[in-house]
């Protein structure tokens, strides 16, 4: 018999509970006590939704993160929340989320002002965790309480529970040293916690305790694939049996070590790495379970059932009871429910599948494995019969988008002169200033204009008025930049929700669902568009706005776009074709756009790329590759215009410098990125590669209230001139101010503008 297991379910819950009731906490709105109420409710539903399989995780359920849980269960708080008397769960909050500095002094007295702690992306995903934080000095000491409550909990429902914990080695990969010292160092520490809390499952009676190493999927150096085997060795003596957990990848030059450490059982993404199944067949002692994550538990289509069956039912035939079945990876990067989706175009909805209807492919498939496929004739044959249509739907496949792919060739990517003929001619053209002053797109979404955008969706406000009420803003946002006296103005983005949304709303091939949040971070969800056709662009999709913000100034208008890799990467991306190839779709239908707003007169074209980073595969590798297709994706979409039309990207991340030659290869005539909390600092990539072309270095923490000083960003302007020669260099802020109000965002434009006169006069 094969054994049913799942890695990790989202706790956010199908209709966003977790977050609302962690915001109206967060506001005193409820008491803590029913806070945690609803996280019993979530976790009972969960284990009630998972119960049909033979384990379930304990343990995945977090309030705001799982590394930051595991940090509380290793008794590693950062020093500074330490000897909190209070709650917990607050000084969890604490740790998450900061106090920030303006509740300091009020705090002082008892907490003091507390930072938050660091968040970074979970491995490749869309997911941001808490950084655990060492330093030398660091010690450890056990808190069960958490696992041993979610686990009572499981028991009394009945559930045959696994608990879920991160392993010693990736634990310590995914924090930080504070003080630079060797975090590797600690693993002797830290060893006889986790020995110590296995024995604490041993007594609660559990059998199974799945522990997660997805730093395995990386490159390793010599010295952290030592600590694997010197962590394992020293938990192979606990009365629990391990099942290590692998995912988000293969496992390549690291699956014979993780075939030979002493644990009992090995689980592996088998959607990434197919063939590392039977390889890990013959590594493993013949004792050892393997667990194949055979449905994928990070995209959201139907799992061809016959397809996996057809190489599952061999592995079953050598494994016996051996074989487990799961998904690759935890749930929580899928949607909970499709059953949610009423408004759904019923064919696309009829090709997909959340978490919930993964487990039910689950069940499908162990049930075809133990006892034969007839068993379950029906559910196969439903699934075919999806699983054909989409492959020959005419929604997915539009002849004219393949022609065009196949007509791509490296002149589409290539600007006609080299940067500085182009810059002459903009020069003559724009007549811009010397330090010319311009912002990354956004201005204020108003509380007018979501209220106008929500009354629209409902249909209390027709799309004349609607038209209207955005005109209003927009022409609101250039009488404002008009007044401040920057010099490339923008629009300001009132129509758009949402950067990525808003033109997959316009784009054929996407479709959207009503429910379908995944967790960002904390409370944070994002509902990702799906990809899941051709793409192509019935109609231009900015250009009315962008002319319409033109007439209203004589100042040059950016227009304003999201590029091709932000678009593909900030989506759920059909998976029948290679990402690539729907980034080459996406590329031609935004150079479309281009080249429509360029006829249309813009001469400034911003494409921003605030995703190209994050796209970046997990191993260093397959960096070429991807940089090789999504630069080329970009100069796709940007280069096909004349000399005289400048194309602006905007990149809001700070780390260049294992990547510039690629970003310089995109050859944008001038590139804006976030750099005013590092001091300018990280333009020493740019110096240091001889970045060709155009830099905005932003000024201006978008991310704070605070409201910049002129002096400050003068000083912060004439270090990048140490770095940039100043006459490629551009004043704006760090990113678009969306989520900032005006009457921030007015003083910090105006000691922006008058730094920028400071800089011109004092040449
Ligand atoms: N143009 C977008 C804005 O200004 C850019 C946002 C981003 O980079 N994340 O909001
Ligand atoms: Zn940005």
């Not at 020093?79 to 969890?92: T, W």
């Not at 108003?446 to 929500?454: F, K, Y």
């Amino acid at each position: 018999m094969v054994t049913t297991h799942n890695l990790g379910f989202p706790r956010i819950g199908a209709k966003r509970e977790l977050k609302f009731a962690l915001e109206s906490y967060w506001k005193s709105q409820s008491s803590r006590d029913e806070l945690k109420a609803v996280g019993a409710q979530l976790r009972e539903r969960h284990w009630k939704d998972q119960s049909r399989l033979d384990l379930v995780p304990a343990g995945d359920f977090a309030f705001y993160d799982q590394v930051l849980d595991m940090s509380f269960t290793l008794g590693n708080l950062p020093e500074r929340v330490r000897g909190f008397h209070g709650d917990a769960l607050d000084n969890a909050f604490r740790v998450a989320r900061g106090r920030s500095s303006e509740n300091a002094g009020e705090h002082a007295a008892c907490c003091g002002g507390v930072a938050a702690g660091e968040m970074t992306k979970w491995f490749d995903t869309n997911y941001h965790y808490i950084v655990p934080e060492f330093d030398a000095a660091t010690q450890f000491t056990l808190d069960t309480s958490r696992l041993v409550e979610q686990l009572g909990e499981a028991r009394a429902l009945g559930v045959n529970a696994k608990p879920v914990i991160i392993g010693p080695v990736t634990y310590l990969w995914l924090g930080k040293a504070k003080d630079d010292s060797d975090k590797l160092a600690l693993l002797p520490r830290l060893l006889p916690v986790y020995g110590a809390l296995l024995d604490h499952f041993a007594a609660l009676g559990i059998e199974w305790v799945q522990i997660d190493e997805p730093a395995l999927v990386t490159e390793l150096d010599a010295r952290w694939r030592d600590a694997f085997n010197t962590a394992y060795d020293a938990l192979s003596a606990r009365r629990v049996r391990l099942l290590l957990a692998t995912y988000f990848g293969p496992l390549q030059e690291n699956l014979e070590l993780a075939c030979k450490l002493p644990v009992d059982g090995l689980h592996i993404d088998a959607i990434n790495a197919r063939d590392e199944a039977s390889a890990a067949v013959s590594l493993l002692p013949d004792t050892s379970v393997l667990s194949v994550g055979a449905i994928n538990g990070r995209n959201i289509w139907k799992t061809d059932l016959n397809a996996a069956l057809d190489w599952l039912e061999p592995l079953h035939a050598s494994l016996g009871n051996r074989l487990w079945i799961a998904p690759s990876c935890s749930l929580l990067h899928t949607p909970v429910d499709l059953a949610s989706e009423t408004k759904l175009d019923a064919e696309i909805k009829s090709w997909l599948a959340f978490a919930l209807q993964k487990l039910d492919e689950l069940n499908v498939l162990a049930r075809a494995l133990n006892e034969g496929r007839a068993c379950v004739a029906d559910a196969l044959a439903h699934n075919v019969a999806a699983i054909e249509r989409r492959r020959a739907s005419s929604r997915v496949h539009n002849p004219a988008v393949k022609a065009a792919l196949a007509n791509i060739d490296a002149a589409l990517g290539q600007r006609a002169s080299a940067y500085e003929a182009r810059a002459k001619k903009q020069a003559a053209l724009l007549a811009l200033p010397a330090w010319p002053t311009t912002t990354i797109g956004s201005f204020p979404q108003t509380s007018e204009i979501r209220h106008a955008r929500s009354q629209f969706k409902s249909g209390q406000l027709d799309e004349a008025a609607y038209h209207a009420a955005m005109e209003r803003e927009i022409t609101r946002a250039v009488k404002e930049q008009e007044a401040l006296g920057l010099d490339v103005l923008v629009h300001g983005e009132a129509e758009r929700n949402d950067m990525v949304e808003y033109f997959g709303e316009r784009l054929d091939g996407y479709a959207f669902s009503e429910f379908g949040w995944v967790q960002s971070y904390g409370s944070r969800c994002v509902k990702p568009p799906i990809l899941f056709g051709d793409i192509s662009r019935p109609k231009p999709m900015t250009v009315e706005w962008t002319r319409f913000a033109q007439a209203q100034t004589t100042k040059p208008m950016k227009g304003m776009l999201t590029g091709p890799v932000t678009i593909l990467n900030w989506s759920f991306v059909r998976d029948d074709q290679p990402r690539s190839v729907s980034c080459q779709q996406l590329a031609l239908a935004i150079r479309e756009e281009v080249l429509d707003l360029e006829q249309a007169g813009v001469r400034v074209i911003q494409i921003d790329e605030a995703a190209l980073r994050e796209g970046l595969p997990l191993r260093r590798a397959q960096w070429r590759e991807y940089l090789r297709w999504a630069v080329e994706a970009f100069r796709i979409a940007a280069n096909g215009v004349r000399d005289e039309t400048q194309i602006h990207t905007h990149m809001c991340y700070s780390e260049f410098n294992d990547i510039i030659a690629s970003i310089a290869d995109m050859d944008a005539d001038v590139i804006t990125i976030e750099t005013s909390r590092s001091d300018m600092e990280l333009l020493d990539a740019f110096d240091d590669f001889k970045y060709p072309n155009q830099i905005g270095p932003g000024v201006y923490d978008i991310h704070s209230p605070n409201i910049p000083s002129e002096t400050h960003i003068v000083a912060l302007m004439k270090r990048a001139a140490e770095r940039i020669p100043a006459e490629r260099l551009w004043v704006n802020p760090d990113c678009g101010l969306k989520t900032r109000q005006w009457d921030e965002v007015i003083p910090a434009l105006r000691n922006m503008v008058a730094a920028a006169h400071a800089l011109r006069a004092s040449a």
